[in-house]
Protein backbone atom coordinates (compact mmCIF):
# COMPACT_ATOMS: atom_id res chain seq x y z
CA UNK A 1 0.00 0.00 0.00
CA UNK A 2 1.29 3.41 -0.88
CA UNK A 3 2.66 5.76 1.99
CA UNK A 4 0.93 8.29 3.34
CA UNK A 5 2.20 10.64 6.28
CA UNK A 6 1.00 9.97 9.39
CA UNK A 7 -0.61 12.50 11.89
CA UNK A 8 2.09 12.45 14.72
CA UNK A 9 1.10 13.08 18.42
CA UNK A 10 4.07 12.31 20.35
CA UNK A 11 6.69 15.11 19.49
CA UNK A 12 9.47 12.91 21.49
CA UNK A 13 13.05 12.58 19.38
CA UNK A 14 12.09 8.82 19.64
CA UNK A 15 8.80 9.18 17.88
CA UNK A 16 10.31 11.23 15.15
CA UNK A 17 12.92 9.03 14.79
CA UNK A 18 10.50 6.08 14.31
CA UNK A 19 8.13 8.15 11.55
CA UNK A 20 11.32 9.26 10.22
CA UNK A 21 12.37 5.51 9.58
CA UNK A 22 8.60 4.78 8.65
CA UNK A 23 9.22 7.57 6.12
CA UNK A 24 12.94 6.47 4.49
CA UNK A 25 11.70 2.80 4.29
CA UNK A 26 8.64 3.57 2.19
CA UNK A 27 10.89 5.46 -0.05
CA UNK A 28 13.35 3.09 -0.80
CA UNK A 29 10.60 0.27 -1.50
CA UNK A 30 9.32 2.65 -3.71
CA UNK A 31 11.94 3.77 -5.42
CA UNK A 32 12.85 0.43 -6.48
CA UNK A 33 10.09 -0.45 -8.49
CA UNK A 34 10.62 2.47 -10.99
CA UNK A 35 11.79 1.35 -13.78
CA UNK A 36 10.98 3.21 -16.97
CA UNK A 37 10.48 7.12 -17.29
CA UNK A 38 6.81 7.41 -16.46
CA UNK A 39 7.33 5.49 -13.24
CA UNK A 40 10.32 8.05 -12.45
CA UNK A 41 8.02 11.15 -12.95
CA UNK A 42 5.11 10.07 -11.05
CA UNK A 43 7.41 8.25 -8.46
CA UNK A 44 9.50 12.01 -8.31
CA UNK A 45 5.67 14.25 -8.16
CA UNK A 46 4.41 11.40 -5.59
CA UNK A 47 7.59 12.61 -2.88
CA UNK A 48 8.48 16.27 -4.36
CA UNK A 49 5.57 17.61 -6.37
CA UNK A 50 4.84 21.06 -4.40
CA UNK A 51 1.58 20.95 -3.81
CA UNK A 52 0.70 17.56 -2.56
CA UNK A 53 3.54 15.55 -2.69
CA UNK A 54 5.12 13.71 0.52
CA UNK A 55 7.55 16.30 1.47
CA UNK A 56 4.46 19.18 1.15
CA UNK A 57 2.04 17.24 3.32
CA UNK A 58 5.36 16.71 6.01
CA UNK A 59 5.29 20.34 6.25
CA UNK A 60 1.72 20.70 6.98
CA UNK A 61 1.13 17.28 8.78
CA UNK A 62 4.20 17.80 11.18
CA UNK A 63 5.98 21.00 11.21
CA UNK A 64 2.83 23.18 11.22
CA UNK A 65 1.07 21.14 13.27
CA UNK A 66 3.96 20.44 16.08
CA UNK A 67 3.28 22.52 19.58
CA UNK A 68 5.33 25.26 19.39
CA UNK A 69 8.57 24.05 21.85
CA UNK A 70 8.93 21.07 19.32
CA UNK A 71 9.01 23.09 16.16
CA UNK A 72 12.68 23.30 16.45
CA UNK A 73 13.67 19.58 16.52
CA UNK A 74 10.44 18.69 13.71
CA UNK A 75 11.71 21.38 11.50
CA UNK A 76 15.56 19.59 12.15
CA UNK A 77 14.18 16.08 11.18
CA UNK A 78 12.30 17.77 8.31
CA UNK A 79 14.84 18.98 6.45
CA UNK A 80 17.23 15.93 6.92
CA UNK A 81 14.20 14.23 5.25
CA UNK A 82 14.12 16.26 2.64
CA UNK A 83 17.82 16.19 1.65
CA UNK A 84 17.60 12.23 1.82
CA UNK A 85 13.84 12.43 -0.52
CA UNK A 86 16.06 14.78 -2.88
CA UNK A 87 19.35 12.66 -3.15
CA UNK A 88 17.24 9.22 -3.51
CA UNK A 89 15.00 10.77 -5.70
CA UNK A 90 18.28 12.07 -7.86
CA UNK A 91 19.48 8.10 -7.80
CA UNK A 92 16.53 6.87 -8.98
CA UNK A 93 16.83 9.10 -12.03
CA UNK A 94 20.43 8.59 -12.52
CA UNK A 95 19.17 4.68 -12.44
CA UNK A 96 16.78 5.16 -14.78
CA UNK A 97 18.99 6.58 -17.12
CA UNK A 98 21.21 3.76 -17.63
CA UNK A 99 18.67 0.83 -17.08
CA UNK A 100 17.07 2.75 -20.61
CA UNK A 101 20.33 2.74 -22.41
CA UNK A 102 20.96 -0.39 -21.53
CA UNK A 103 17.68 -1.67 -22.71
CA UNK A 104 17.76 0.33 -25.78
CA UNK A 105 21.43 -0.74 -26.78
CA UNK A 106 19.93 -4.24 -25.93
CA UNK A 107 17.17 -4.12 -28.61
CA UNK A 108 19.36 -1.89 -31.15
CA UNK A 109 17.59 1.17 -30.89
CA UNK A 110 20.94 2.91 -30.23
CA UNK A 111 23.62 2.33 -33.09
CA UNK A 112 27.37 2.08 -31.80
CA UNK A 113 28.88 1.87 -34.56
CA UNK A 114 28.06 5.30 -35.37
CA UNK A 115 30.70 7.53 -35.25
CA UNK A 116 30.74 9.57 -31.49
CA UNK A 117 30.99 12.89 -30.80
CA UNK A 118 34.45 14.75 -31.95
CA UNK A 119 36.09 16.63 -29.10
CA UNK A 120 38.92 18.96 -30.39
CA UNK A 121 42.07 18.15 -30.01
CA UNK A 122 45.05 20.37 -28.01
CA UNK A 123 44.59 24.24 -28.88
CA UNK A 124 44.53 26.32 -31.41
CA UNK A 125 47.33 27.81 -32.81
CA UNK A 126 48.23 31.80 -31.28
CA UNK A 127 49.12 33.07 -34.24
CA UNK A 128 45.62 31.87 -36.15
CA UNK A 129 44.03 32.92 -32.82
CA UNK A 130 45.34 36.24 -32.67
CA UNK A 131 44.60 36.73 -36.68
CA UNK A 132 41.20 35.70 -36.00
CA UNK A 133 41.05 37.82 -33.08
CA UNK A 134 42.25 40.83 -34.91
CA UNK A 135 39.78 40.06 -38.03
CA UNK A 136 36.98 39.54 -35.61
CA UNK A 137 37.51 43.49 -34.64
CA UNK A 138 37.43 44.52 -38.36
CA UNK A 139 34.27 42.59 -38.74
CA UNK A 140 32.45 44.27 -36.02
CA UNK A 141 33.55 47.67 -38.09
CA UNK A 142 31.36 46.22 -41.12
CA UNK A 143 34.79 44.51 -43.01
CA UNK A 144 34.41 41.68 -44.46
CA UNK A 145 37.29 38.80 -45.24
CA UNK A 146 39.11 38.77 -48.67
CA UNK A 147 41.87 36.59 -49.46
CA UNK A 148 44.08 35.97 -52.46
CA UNK A 149 47.04 33.52 -53.72
CA UNK A 150 50.42 32.81 -52.14
CA UNK A 151 51.95 32.38 -55.20
CA UNK A 152 51.54 35.27 -56.86
CA UNK A 153 52.70 37.07 -60.08
CA UNK A 154 55.22 40.10 -59.99
CA UNK A 155 52.35 42.57 -61.33
CA UNK A 156 49.71 42.01 -58.21
CA UNK A 157 52.97 41.34 -55.84
CA UNK A 158 54.85 44.75 -57.17
CA UNK A 159 53.95 46.38 -60.16
CA UNK A 160 49.60 47.60 -59.95
CA UNK A 161 51.33 48.54 -56.07
CA UNK A 162 53.19 51.11 -57.41
CA UNK A 163 56.59 49.18 -57.70
CA UNK A 164 58.36 49.93 -60.91
CA UNK A 165 60.45 47.40 -62.58
CA UNK A 166 63.83 48.15 -61.01
CA UNK A 167 62.43 50.07 -58.61
CA UNK A 168 65.16 49.80 -55.32
CA UNK A 169 61.56 49.25 -52.72
CA UNK A 170 61.39 46.30 -54.13
CA UNK A 171 64.55 45.65 -52.28
CA UNK A 172 63.13 46.02 -49.27
CA UNK A 173 60.86 42.85 -50.02
CA UNK A 174 63.50 39.68 -49.96
CA UNK A 175 61.41 38.24 -52.43
CA UNK A 176 61.44 34.55 -53.26
CA UNK A 177 60.89 33.87 -56.97
CA UNK A 178 60.21 30.78 -58.56
CA UNK A 179 62.92 29.56 -60.60
CA UNK A 180 63.68 29.40 -64.26
CA UNK A 181 61.22 32.18 -65.31
CA UNK A 182 63.33 34.51 -67.50
CA UNK A 183 62.08 33.72 -70.92
CA UNK A 184 58.19 35.17 -68.94
CA UNK A 185 57.87 38.67 -69.39
CA UNK A 186 58.61 40.43 -66.04
CA UNK A 187 55.15 41.16 -64.39
CA UNK A 188 53.99 37.36 -65.48
CA UNK A 189 56.63 36.01 -63.39
CA UNK A 190 55.32 34.31 -60.26
CA UNK A 191 56.59 34.47 -56.64
CA UNK A 192 55.90 33.93 -53.24
CA UNK A 193 53.82 36.84 -52.29
CA UNK A 194 55.88 38.86 -49.72
CA UNK A 195 53.13 41.07 -48.56
CA UNK A 196 49.38 40.37 -48.52
CA UNK A 197 49.03 43.90 -50.24
CA UNK A 198 48.61 42.23 -53.85
CA UNK A 199 44.91 40.70 -52.42
CA UNK A 200 43.94 44.76 -52.34
CA UNK A 201 44.21 45.10 -56.18
CA UNK A 202 42.65 41.55 -56.93
CA UNK A 203 39.85 42.71 -54.76
CA UNK A 204 39.48 46.16 -56.48
CA UNK A 205 39.41 44.47 -60.13
CA UNK A 206 36.45 42.23 -58.38
CA UNK A 207 34.45 44.62 -56.55
CA UNK A 208 33.36 48.16 -57.10
CA UNK A 209 34.06 50.89 -54.43
CA UNK A 210 33.14 51.53 -51.41
CA UNK A 211 34.67 48.69 -49.57
CA UNK A 212 36.04 47.56 -46.63
CA UNK A 213 38.19 44.48 -46.09
CA UNK A 214 40.24 42.65 -44.31
CA UNK A 215 42.99 40.41 -45.58
CA UNK A 216 44.53 37.53 -43.22
CA UNK A 217 47.23 35.38 -45.14
CA UNK A 218 50.74 33.92 -45.20
CA UNK A 219 53.42 35.66 -46.86
CA UNK A 220 56.92 34.67 -47.98
CA UNK A 221 60.85 36.55 -47.38
CA UNK A 222 63.87 35.40 -47.81
CA UNK A 223 64.74 36.20 -44.26
CA UNK A 224 66.85 33.58 -41.90
CA UNK A 225 64.87 32.40 -39.48
CA UNK A 226 65.56 34.09 -35.92
CA UNK A 227 63.67 35.35 -32.46
CA UNK A 228 61.91 37.79 -34.66
CA UNK A 229 62.34 37.10 -38.47
CA UNK A 230 61.11 33.64 -40.20
CA UNK A 231 60.74 33.12 -43.96
CA UNK A 232 57.01 32.61 -43.55
CA UNK A 233 54.59 34.66 -41.56
CA UNK A 234 51.32 35.70 -41.23
CA UNK A 235 50.02 39.45 -42.10
CA UNK A 236 46.42 40.82 -41.78
CA UNK A 237 45.92 43.91 -44.37
CA UNK A 238 42.91 45.99 -44.64
CA UNK A 239 41.68 48.42 -46.83
CA UNK A 240 39.15 50.71 -47.12
CA UNK A 241 37.78 53.22 -50.02
CA UNK A 242 35.53 55.20 -50.27
CA UNK A 243 34.61 58.63 -51.41
CA UNK A 244 36.10 61.06 -48.85
CA UNK A 245 37.77 58.69 -46.88
CA UNK A 246 40.70 60.88 -44.78
CA UNK A 247 43.71 59.79 -43.00
CA UNK A 248 41.92 60.56 -39.60
CA UNK A 249 39.35 57.74 -40.79
CA UNK A 250 42.51 55.53 -40.67
CA UNK A 251 43.97 56.94 -38.03
CA UNK A 252 40.41 56.47 -35.63
CA UNK A 253 39.74 52.94 -37.24
CA UNK A 254 43.24 51.61 -36.27
CA UNK A 255 43.69 53.21 -32.47
CA UNK A 256 39.87 51.81 -32.14
CA UNK A 257 41.14 48.25 -33.91
CA UNK A 258 44.22 48.58 -31.58
CA UNK A 259 42.10 49.37 -28.02
CA UNK A 260 40.11 46.75 -28.68
CA UNK A 261 42.76 44.09 -29.37
CA UNK A 262 45.34 45.05 -26.89
CA UNK A 263 42.61 46.68 -24.40
CA UNK A 264 41.48 51.15 -23.86
CA UNK A 265 44.44 51.60 -22.05
CA UNK A 266 46.66 51.35 -24.92
CA UNK A 267 48.05 54.61 -26.89
CA UNK A 268 49.02 54.87 -30.57
CA UNK A 269 51.02 56.79 -31.84
CA UNK A 270 52.14 57.23 -36.08
CA UNK A 271 55.37 58.22 -37.70
CA UNK A 272 56.04 59.39 -41.02
CA UNK A 273 57.14 56.02 -43.18
CA UNK A 274 57.76 55.19 -46.85
CA UNK A 275 55.49 52.47 -49.22
CA UNK A 276 55.26 52.85 -53.02
CA UNK A 277 51.09 52.18 -52.91
CA UNK A 278 50.28 54.61 -50.05
CA UNK A 279 51.19 58.65 -49.68
CA UNK A 280 51.41 59.50 -47.41
CA UNK A 281 52.74 56.40 -45.20
CA UNK A 282 53.02 55.72 -41.68
CA UNK A 283 54.08 53.27 -39.48
CA UNK A 284 51.90 52.66 -36.57
CA UNK A 285 53.43 51.92 -32.79
CA UNK A 286 51.35 50.98 -29.51
CA UNK A 287 52.18 51.80 -26.18
CA UNK A 288 54.23 49.00 -25.10
CA UNK A 289 51.62 46.37 -23.69
CA UNK A 290 54.38 44.62 -21.47
CA UNK A 291 55.72 47.84 -19.15
CA UNK A 292 52.68 50.24 -19.88
CA UNK A 293 55.02 52.26 -21.95
CA UNK A 294 57.34 53.23 -19.29
CA UNK A 295 60.73 51.36 -20.79
CA UNK A 296 61.19 49.52 -17.54
CA UNK A 297 60.31 46.63 -15.64
CA UNK A 298 60.72 47.26 -12.17
CA UNK A 299 64.64 47.50 -12.02
CA UNK A 300 65.01 45.81 -15.47
CA UNK A 301 65.09 47.32 -19.16
CA UNK A 302 61.74 46.64 -20.99
CA UNK A 303 63.15 44.19 -23.89
CA UNK A 304 60.34 43.93 -25.73
CA UNK A 305 60.28 47.27 -26.33
CA UNK A 306 63.95 48.08 -26.60
CA UNK A 307 63.64 50.62 -23.68
CA UNK A 308 61.13 52.50 -25.86
CA UNK A 309 58.25 52.71 -24.16
CA UNK A 310 56.64 51.92 -27.72
CA UNK A 311 56.04 48.83 -30.28
CA UNK A 312 55.80 48.55 -33.76
CA UNK A 313 52.51 46.95 -35.14
CA UNK A 314 51.83 47.86 -38.53
CA UNK A 315 52.73 49.99 -41.63
CA UNK A 316 49.97 52.32 -43.20
CA UNK A 317 48.90 54.87 -45.18
CA UNK A 318 46.77 56.20 -47.62
CA UNK A 319 46.16 54.76 -51.22
CA UNK A 320 48.17 55.88 -53.44
CA UNK A 321 46.71 57.69 -56.46
CA UNK A 322 48.82 55.70 -59.08
CA UNK A 323 47.29 52.60 -57.43
CA UNK A 324 43.77 53.18 -58.35
CA UNK A 325 44.91 54.44 -61.87
CA UNK A 326 45.46 50.27 -62.24
CA UNK A 327 41.72 49.55 -61.03
CA UNK A 328 40.16 52.31 -62.81
CA UNK A 329 37.93 50.25 -65.01
CA UNK A 330 35.80 49.10 -62.10
CA UNK A 331 35.04 52.85 -60.51
CA UNK A 332 38.12 53.81 -58.97
CA UNK A 333 38.89 56.80 -60.46
CA UNK A 334 41.44 58.57 -58.29
CA UNK A 335 39.85 61.64 -58.54
CA UNK A 336 36.26 60.81 -56.95
CA UNK A 337 37.94 57.88 -54.65
CA UNK A 338 40.32 57.94 -51.78
CA UNK A 339 40.98 55.24 -49.11
CA UNK A 340 43.42 53.99 -46.22
CA UNK A 341 45.39 50.85 -46.20
CA UNK A 342 47.14 49.04 -43.38
CA UNK A 343 49.46 45.77 -43.02
CA UNK A 344 50.16 43.77 -39.60
CA UNK A 345 52.24 40.82 -38.58
CA UNK A 346 49.83 38.69 -36.74
CA UNK A 347 52.51 36.80 -34.99
CA UNK A 348 54.74 39.61 -33.06
CA UNK A 349 51.98 41.40 -31.53
CA UNK A 350 50.14 38.97 -29.61
CA UNK A 351 53.35 36.59 -28.57
CA UNK A 352 54.37 39.53 -26.64
CA UNK A 353 51.31 39.36 -25.26
CA UNK A 354 51.49 38.83 -21.50
CA UNK A 355 48.49 36.13 -21.43
CA UNK A 356 49.65 34.52 -24.54
CA UNK A 357 53.04 34.01 -23.06
CA UNK A 358 51.36 32.64 -20.04
CA UNK A 359 49.43 30.18 -22.49
CA UNK A 360 51.80 28.74 -24.40
N1 LIG B 1 52.56 45.62 -47.22
C1 LIG B 1 53.36 46.36 -46.27
C2 LIG B 1 54.43 45.43 -45.69
O1 LIG B 1 54.31 44.25 -45.79
C3 LIG B 1 52.50 46.89 -45.14
C4 LIG B 1 51.50 47.89 -45.60
C5 LIG B 1 50.23 47.50 -45.98
C6 LIG B 1 51.83 49.23 -45.60
C7 LIG B 1 49.30 48.42 -46.39
C8 LIG B 1 50.90 50.17 -45.99
C9 LIG B 1 49.65 49.78 -46.38
O2 LIG B 1 55.40 45.89 -45.14
Known sequence: MAYTVPKLTDYSAAALESAADGLK???????????DESQFKAFRDRWMARKSGVLSQLNDEWLKAAPKDSKRAVGQRVNEIKVHVEDVVAKAEHLRHELATASSLASGAVDITLPGIRRAIGAEHPVLRTSREIVAVFQKLGYSVADGPVIETDYYNFEALNFPPNHPARDTQDTLFIAGQQAKPLRERLLLRTHTSPVQIRTMEKMRPPIRIVIPGTVHRNDPPDASHSPMFHQIEGLAVDTNITFGDLKGTLDHAMKEFFGSSVKTSFR?????????????????FICGGSGRRGANPCRPCKQTGWIEILGCGMVDPNVFEFVKDTGYDPKKVSGFAFGMGAGEPRLARVDAVAQF
Open 272 to 288: PSFFPFTEPSAEMFVSC
Open 25 to 35: SALREESRAVT
